[in-house]
Nanobody, 128 residues
């Protein structure tokens, strides 16, 4: 079975940093497109960062220059380094994977459509 588990969430003041981790098992890690998503209360799920099987990376507009996605293929871990955090970054963050390339027509990074495997999420709260 495919298992995705996020960790590293917590509370931080605006301007601070947090690092999220996503441990995956049960599939060929390097053949998948993987991403981080977030959902704030009352708002839609949005794409934060994604990394394709070939290492190509993309970010949501609201986090460009502040967040960094990376992966450790040897350990099957996906990371999200978040810096210069803002109050509006407060949300539950999810790690997700899809068995096709990130650019596949069935995948829509901005909304999470096409990502079939999801973790339970980890809460990030940024206070002013």
């Amino acid at each position: 079975a495919i298992d995705i588990v996020e960790s590293g969430g917590g509370s931080v003041e605006a301007g601070g940093s947090l690092n999220l981790s996503c441990t995956v098992s049960g599939f060929l890690y390097d053949t998948y497109c993987m991403g981080w998503f977030r959902q704030a209360p009352g708002k839609a799920l949005i794409g934060v960062a994604r990394i394709d099987s070939d290492g190509e990376i993309g970010y949501g507009d609201s986090v460009k220059g502040r967040f960094t996605i990376s992966k450790d293929s040897a350990k099957n871990i996906l990371y999200l380094q978040m810096s210069s955090l803002k109050v509006e970054d407060t949300a539950k963050y999810y790690c997700a994977a899809t068995a096709v390339r990130c650019q596949h027509r069935a995948v829509q990074f901005t909304s999470g459509r096409g990502f079939g495997y999801w973790g339970q999420g980890t809460q990030v709260t940024v206070s002013s």
